[in-house]
């Protein structure tokens, strides 16, 4: 993780902060997860798709999971601005499906904390993130005690994806699934008819019934169209079960923060998010596009027609957003801290990450803390 052209991606100081801080961080997430889910189920019922970027052909999946799939969210990880030395906390958008940094969080910030103990203040992170990713993963198995606890994970093959993945294989080992495998998606055998399974030996099948992606729905539902469907089906008819699900796609949309707003418009945690860059007239925005990461394909503008800064990436082709600005904590060396934290149908974990740029991204370091008093 920390290797080759990684060499510096753990800095080398912690970030100190109180209960107090900590304590906004937990509320800002329990708030604004509460007002997501009112928010996709306005998109539901008022029929909104269009606006949130969901396409026509997802439309039936991602409402059939907001009926019958809801609570079933595994992880995700809120991205703020702020929240200390009073800096007001806002959130900047929510990583619903394959959010990362996961091991970096649970296991590397604390082995930093120890190895640092000597010239470190007493106390310890916020880092519950394992254990109630396996309690998740028990609650998940328990709302389906028709299933087998058996367990495929998958990913593309990243290295990064991995190490994210392999925190969840722990999780779920701790959960007691009895059969748990890491296999990369292009093994794994999908049927609309049966569900999963991994082929062990030639002719030797094994089935499974649940299915952890570190694949994003987005990706599969505009690129993957012939796995799409046949999710669809395993779904529909119960013959397997998907994490996260697919309802994560519409807390993904970067446009939900926009109905967000709409329903709760002064709400403290809440950046003004619009379709239009228009109802921005003194140009202080930043546009960002609705199914982004890594912070790839962000536009800054503070008062300009042009950005003062821009990322490159592979998401121009979706529709954009617009944020207005908001204040990062700095520090004595220009770095911008991007606070995180973990929700796992509670607050979970916290991180950090920094970069000297106006725009975080794939850059940026990690930062561990320490909660003292």
Request: hydrophobic share 40%.
């Amino acid at each position: 993780m920390a290797s080759g052209e990684n060499e510096d991606y753990i800095a080398q100081d912690v970030i100190r902060l109180n209960e107090r801080e900590l304590n906004l961080y937990r509320e800002a997430a329990a708030q604004l997860y509460d007002l997501m889910i009112r928010a996709a189920q306005a998109v539901a019922s008022q029929q909104r798709w269009a606006e949130v970027g969901i396409p026509s052909h997802a439309v039936n999946l991602v409402k059939y999971s907001l009926q019958h799939e809801m609570g079933q969210h595994l992880v995700c990880r809120f991205d703020f601005a702020g929240g200390l030395d009073g800096i007001p906390l806002k959130m900047l958008e929510l990583n619903a499906d394959t959010c990362s940094l996961m091991p970096e969080t649970a296991i590397v910030q604390d082995m930093h904390r120890e190895q640092e103990s000597r010239k470190l203040p007493n106390g310890k992170a916020f880092n519950n993130l394992l254990e109630s990713l396996a309690k998740r993963l028990q609650h998940i198995l328990k709302h389906h005690s028709d299933k087998t606890p058996t367990i495929l994970l998958s990913g593309l093959g990243h290295d990064e994806d991995w190490l994210n993945t392999e925190l969840v294989t722990k999780a779920a080992k701790k959960a007691n699934f009895s059969d748990v495998q890491e296999i990369l998606m292009e093994r794994v055998i999908f049927s609309p008819d049966e569900g999963f399974y991994l082929e062990l030996h030639e002719e030797e099948f094994r089935r499974y019934d649940f299915w952890f992606k570190f694949v994003p729905w987005d990706l599969i539902v505009f690129e993957e169209t012939e796995l799409f469907d046949i999710l669809c089906n395993i779904i529909l008819n119960k013959l397997g079960v998907v994490l996260n699900p697919a309802y994560t796609m519409l807390l993904q949309s970067k446009g939900l923060m926009k109905i967000m707003h709409e329903l709760e418009p002064n709400n403290p945690y809440l950046l003004k998010t619009s379709l239009t860059e228009h109802d921005f007239p003194e140009r202080r925005y930043v546009r960002k596009p609705y199914f982004g990461r890594m912070g790839e394909n962000i536009a800054y503008f503070n008062g300009s027609s042009t950005p003062d800064y821009e990322t490159e990436g592979d998401y121009g082709h979706y529709s954009p957003v617009y944020q207005e600005l908001a204040t990062f904590n700095m520090d004595r060396k220009g770095h911008r801290y991007q606070p995180s934290l973990f929700w796992t149908d509670e607050s979970s974990a916290l991180c950090f990450r920094r970069q000297d740029d106006l725009i975080l991204d794939d850059d940026a370091e990690f930062v561990g803390h320490i909660i003292a008093g």
